[in-house]
């Protein structure tokens, strides 16, 4: 149908009028879509989605978009307040006030109260490792005489209770309502409810497909300007899809033609092409880079003999597994430091054959020692993360020329992820050894450094090793009032998890993120932060 006007002066002024609301709406509408929507491909697909039960990091991702956290670090790691307005400490140091800032609200609706803040610091502080000792020192989290206010009382001074609090990665001690925070931390909470900057879109959630977050219109960002994961959560888009793309060259072809906007991990032989592309930015934003790791279960024979255990380390070369992985020396490190080179407590004690590649000899002595029979290693093997497919595939090699047997087992990584909080016997679906990654943030001292915990089946992370010797240590750390004590101290614990062949970290190296130029305002941060950002 056409529509004919007058040709005269109403006509002509209605024509123009029609045409520049038509010319608007499109613009609109093109903004909309364009300008507001930022879609993003994550180094791997999200299947847990709550990040108190896993340390993986899509858990963690997902719970920066749509919880909150008392206190934050900045791009210095120095903590500053985020939902906190303000805290007294006593003068004996033993109680912690704290105020909430106005206007915190759930995303159903109800207020931010001290009653929430509690439950969810006790429900973190059953799963992580530093929020296992701030518990050892605490006597009662409460809500304080104000609905607003939580009160930390110590058994005795602690002065890590803030740095514990401002906790940057796994697991992050996110804020959360009480009702859910009250599941037992052994099972996965019902809901995706939080007051953070962006809304969980649980119609649009399709596993292995895409995940959907809209901008939070009623959250309260701080005044301050972003900086890291502190400072003012201002969010500058309508919505965030994370689009599952598993195929690098996918990956690739998408953000060259614009139909993503931002790539978290892109493959390091991938990068030579991104750089060349005037339109997309390539940078690294974790200064600490990542720390790859091999993990034995201390549960299962033989890894339950020490003796299995170094020998698997020792077969192992850091530089074969980085330049697998890797392949550019510019982006990587050889480092053994557990607490991670470039940092006060890096030491070389006990990594001599991780980073001289001199082992091989003494794997197998250890093997003949302990008298191993031949039993199959189970090796989880995720095949689709480009980060984390490479590394198994070297370390199984490395232990088969030490003289192991090798059980080399693919699976996705959200499979890994499941089966690795599994203490199941191998004949009933066990395993032997993963190998993960870890931003540097997790691992750069011995409290939050999940690796070193000793607790075995009674709060340690998968892989159970229990050695009381190192929890001793770890306390030690937690009061030490000096940087050389805390050193020395680190060193200790270093050289005790070495001995006892409780993990080895086979790496140090970066992993660029790639962004449209589109977009502006990408922060520096150990995880990838989706506020602050606008698109053009």
Known sequence: MTLHLKSNAMGRGLRSTLLSALLASSALLAGAVEAQTLRAVKHSDLRVLDPILTTAYMSRNHGYMIFDTLYALDADLVPQPQMVDSHEVSDDKLTYTFTLRDGLKFHDGADVTGAD????????????????????????????ESPNQFVIKLREPYGLVIDSLAKPSSNVPFIMPARLAETPSTEPIPEQIGSGPFKWVADEYQPGVIAVYEKNEDYVPRDEPASSAAGGKVVKVDRVEWVVMPDDQTALNAIQAGEIDYWENPPSDLLPILDANPEITVKNLNALGMQTIMRPNTLNAPMDDPRIRRAAIASVNQKNVLDALVGNPELYNLCGAMFVCGTPLASDVGSETLTKGNGMEKAKALLKEAGYDGTPIVIMHPTDVNTLRTQPVVVAQAMRDAGFEVDLQAMDWQTLVGKRASQASIADGGWHMFVTNWVGADVFNPLVNNMVNGKGTDGGWFGWPDVPKLEELRMAYATAPTLDEQKKLAEEIQALAYEEGIYAPIGQYFVPTAWSNNLDGVLDSPAPLFWNISKN
Do not use: C
């Open 117 to 144: 803040v509690a439950a969810s610091i006790k429900r973190w502080g059953e799963r992580d490792g530093m929020g296992q000792v701030l518990m050892s020192f605490t006597e009662s989290i409460e809500q304080g």
